[in-house]
């Protein structure tokens, strides 16, 4: 397998089939960054999370121009989720997570695309630890652990991407002593990340990078914490062990996340074998 985390030319065609994530903190207000992404990186399946936009206000038709077909779930302001295929238009199979409430928030998509089925995903914050909004959190994965186990039951080829909002282990966070407190790093949510990848689920960068390997998706815009290299890991793809075995590569796209004007997240990508 290879790995990538640095600057690189604009993808060429390749055999591989590439699907990446990235959280574009407001799809319309970085519109512009996300096209330029697209165009460097050529990916065949992009899931964006946090698209802070109604439904009729997602740019599908920039995203068209852009050679992107799309299916979306949005929501006024925040959260929201996509999925984006080049050539094509993903095949949406789901819209919300089983047992979502009416009217729950947009935080999952599930859609066919070549051959993949792929759900993107936008966990909730959960913040203060003890909230209502982490009790939420915790609901929200329970609803989703078992939608994944009912997708491996499936056999399907199925990749589960997008922003977590958990930081697996101390690895994947600069300074594990002072996020103890974080509703991102609660012993509860890391035993529920670890129960995916014992149920089968791989994590694609730890697959690839290893699991001593310090690897960030996210840094936050104040004190340097780009420059220093103080972030977290908390973008992740999930892969069924049907479809585990076609992983070839994997990086995040950090030149994007140095531009300036860019997401507090990095493009996160894979390579599959076709």
Same mark, same amino acid.
Do not use: D, F, T
């Given at each position: 397998m290879s790995r990538q985390t640095e600057p690189r030319a604009a993808a060429a065609p390749s055999a591989a089939m590439r699907i990446a994530t990235y959280n574009v903190n407001g799809v319309n207000g970085r519109l512009e960054h996300v096209l330029a992404w697209l165009a460097d990186t050529r990916p065949d399946v992009a899931c964006l999370q946090e698209l802070k936009t109604t439904d009729d206000r997602f740019p599908a038709a920039a995203f068209e121009k852009a050679g992107y077909g799309a299916v979306w779930h949005g929501q006024k302001s925040w959260n929201g989720v996509a999925i984006l295929a080049r050539g094509v238009t993903p095949i949406e199979t789901r819209r919300g997570l089983p047992g979502d409430e009416a009217g729950a928030q947009a935080r999952y998509i599930e859609a066919a %695309?070549?051959?993949?089925? %792929?759900?993107?995903?936008?966990?909730?914050?959960?913040?203060p630890v003890g909230s209502a909004k982490y009790a939420a959190k915790e609901a929200w994965y329970a609803r989703f652990m078992a939608h994944a186990d009912w997708l491996l039951e499936t056999g399907q080829p199925v990749v589960l991407v997008g922003d977590y909002n958990i930081m697996p282990t101390d690895l994947d966070v600069y300074v594990p002593e002072r996020w103890r407190d974080d509703a991102l790093f609660q012993p509860s949510l890391k035993d529920t990340y670890a129960w995916l990848r014992g149920r089968g689920w791989t994590d694609a960068l730890r697959a690839v990078f290893g699991d001593e390997a310090r690897v960030y998706t996210f840094w936050k815009y104040w004190r340097n914490s780009f420059q220093r290299d103080a972030g977290l890991r908390i973008d992740h793809l999930l892969l069924s062990p049907t479809l585990a075995p076609r992983l070839e590569a994997a990086g995040v796209d950090r030149h994007h996340r140095a531009k300036e004007g860019s997401s507090d997240h990095g493009p996160v990508w894979i390579e599959l074998s076709r």
């Open positions: %695309v070549k051959g993949v089925l %792929v759900g993107c995903l936008y966990a909730p914050n959960g913040n």
